[in-house]
Every structure is written in C-alpha cells, then in structure tokens.
C-alpha cells in the first residue's frame, strides 16, 4: 500500500475521534505485515492521564487481533502536520524497529515521512527476562 492510501485512511479515521477538551483530532492507520490496516483515533477522558493517543488506539487494536508486526504508520490531523508524543514513540518502539516509517502531512495531502529513529533517537525495548536492547 501506497503512503498516500494509507494517510488518506487515516484522514479517514479521524472523524471518529472523541475530543471535547481539546478539539485536536487525530486519526491514525498502522499497516500490519498481513497486509491489514488497522486504524485508530485520540479518545479524551475527563481525567486526562487516561486519554489515549491514535496511534496507540491503531496498535492495540492490531494487537489485539494477533498482528504484531508492522511495516508502517500513517497520521492525520485536520490542522497539518503531527508527529507521535513521545509515550507513542516509545510504544512503537516495542514492536517497530528504528527504521519503521511514521508519515504525516496536511489537509492537501501533502506527506512527509521520518522514521521511528529518526524521531525517537535512543529508543529501547526490554528482552524477555527484562534485558534492555537499545537502539544503535
């Protein structure tokens, strides 16, 4: 699947969100290595620890269905450009390898795209037994 195609399903996504609070919806769409896409929107909670981000929402869906590998993740916003916080980065971390591309763009569907080392420089994730393995 194209990056584009993949965007647009994210876009897609996004009408769905749920935020009252901060009327900053986010769409995202994370194509597995089956082939599946599996999308996800931001869900705001009253208390705000418990809100959950897009591409979260995209990858526990996912995984919850069994896919646990993955070969890109796109995001949308009706305002341009937005990038994964940093807890999503170090969540995609556990399943993406630092060369998983993370591609973005605006209401024209212009794209950029980074990949997931580019913008979590120092990522790690934890062995079975708890040995940690670090990014180069």
Known sequence: MNDL????MAKEA????????SKF???AALLG???QVYTGVNVENSSFGATICAERSAFVQAVSKGER???????????????PCGICRQ??????????????????NRIVTYTLGQLLPEGF???EGGTQIRDK
Not at 14 to 21: E, I, K, S
């Open 14 to 21: 996004m009408v769905n969100a749920y935020a009252p609070f």
């Open 5 to 8: 195609k993949l965007y647009e």
């Open 91 to 108: 969540f995609m971390r556990e399943f993406c390898d630092e060369d998983f591309p993370i591609i973005t763009g605006d209401p024209e």
């Open 125 to 127: 994730r934890l062995e």
């Open 69 to 83: 590998r993955f070969q890109k993740i796109a995001i949308a916003t009706s305002d341009g450009e937005a990038w």
């Open 33 to 35: 290595e089956s082939g």
């Open 25 to 27: 919806s986010v769409g």
